[in-house]
């Protein structure tokens, strides 16, 4: 089992700056492909940004540039620093973890989610 809790977010000006943590109960970084998705009202969840287990990071084409997607090994914990925010970027944003080949166990793993609101 894995735990993810996410904190950081919150009502931010258009233009802000905002940044998402994911705590990890495990030291799973290295096995596990972590990503940040993001789910506005009436519309599907979307992944937003997302950095392999051997820290390559990839980003939707709508935050790249703006979006920066980041881990701490030795804190457990996943960052997403997001810049330039605007009205559109407004959703509940998501921690995953989604195991490698080499994991025994498929599941995917889901924080409970943060509410990001940009708006002036």
């Known amino acids: 089992q894995v735990q993810l809790v996410e904190s950081g977010g919150g009502l931010v000006q258009p233009g802000g700056s905002l940044r998402l943590s994911c705590a990890v109960s495990?030291?799973?970084?290295?096995?596990?492909?972590m990503g940040w998705y993001r789910q506005a009202p009436g519309k599907e969840r979307e992944l937003v940004a997302a950095?392999?287990?051997?820290?390559?990071?990839d980003y939707r084409s709508s935050v790249r540039g703006r979006f920066t997607i980041s881990r701490d090994n030795g804190k457990r914990t996943l960052y997403l620093q997001m810049n330039s925010l605007k009205p559109e970027d407004t959703a509940t944003y998501y921690c995953?973890?989604?195991?490698?080949?080499?994991?025994?166990?498929?599941?995917?793993?889901w924080g409970q989610g943060t509410q990001v609101t940009v708006s002036s």
């Open positions: 950095i392999s287990s051997r820290g390559r990071p």
């Open positions: 495990r030291n799973i970084f290295s096995v596990y492909d």
């Open positions: 995953n973890a989604h195991p490698t080949k080499i994991v025994p166990d498929p599941s995917d793993y």
